[in-house]
């Protein structure tokens, strides 16, 4: 079975902070995710990887950056974290973009105060 | 840009009732796939759509796609508390987009 992993399922940090989340998955996959998701919104889809250290905006990527140096390994950042960042991350991987299944990891909470 | 849409947002049933959720796209969609979520969980895959018309089963779980490939629906005959969840279909072309999805309640 696929596992994408992510850093941690609950964060809080402070206005201003540089905030982390990382996500591995172990199966090879071409493809990475990261969404955040709000109620009553959906996913809505910060940036996405087809492959290492290529990077494509998503919907939302205003206040965030990612890294992906290695095939397995999809970081998303937060510059200097905002009240409105407060949200559920879901990190996801894919075999092929657009026309195959994401695997999703299981979420980090982020609270930010 | 392209958006997905999902009615209705939210949907409370009786056990044993049937459940309907639509999706709808202003474009057509290349392919379309739906998700679920349990309360706490992450989206995990169901489905995926690809050709004009198509309908696929899963047991009580029947899946369409238009004959335009702009819509999609998800029907579940006789619910169970099982089936509770939020019921996401995310389509494409290009890029993908998730719908805001459909929270499903079931009371026994």
């Known amino acids: 079975d696929v596992k994408v992993t992510q850093s941690s399922r609950y964060l809080v940090k402070r206005t201003g902070e540089k905030v982390f989340l990382e996500c591995v998955q172990d199966m090879d996959h071409e493809n990475m995710f990261w969404y955040r998701q709000d109620p009553g919104l959906g996913l809505r889809l910060i940036y996405f990887?087809?492959?290492?250290?290529?990077?494509e905006k998503g919907d939302i990527p205003e206040g965030y950056s990612v890294s992906r140096e290695k095939k397995e390994r999809f970081s998303l950042i937060l510059e200097s974290a905002s009240t409105n960042q407060t949200s559920m991350y879901l990190c996801a991987s894919s075999l092929i973009s657009g026309g195959d299944e994401q695997f999703f990891g299981p979420g980090t909470r982020l609270t930010v105060l | 840009g392209q958006q997905v849409m999902q009615i209705p947002q939210y949907q409370h049933v009786q056990e044993g009732e049937d459940f309907t959720t639509y999706c709808n796209s202003s474009t057509t969609l290349s392919n379309i796939q739906w998700y679920k979520q349990r309360p706490g969980g992450h989206p995990v895959f169901l489905i995926q759509l690809v050709k004009s018309g198509e309908v696929k089963k899963q047991k009580r779980l029947t899946f369409q796609f238009g004959e335009a490939k702009k819509n999609s629906s998800l029907h579940i005959t006789a619910t169970q508390t099982t089936d509770v969840g939020t019921y996401f279909c995310a389509g494409g072309f290009n890029k993908f987009y998730f719908g805001s999805g459909t929270k499903l309640n079931v009371k026994p």
């Open positions: 990887s087809y492959d290492v250290k290529m990077k």
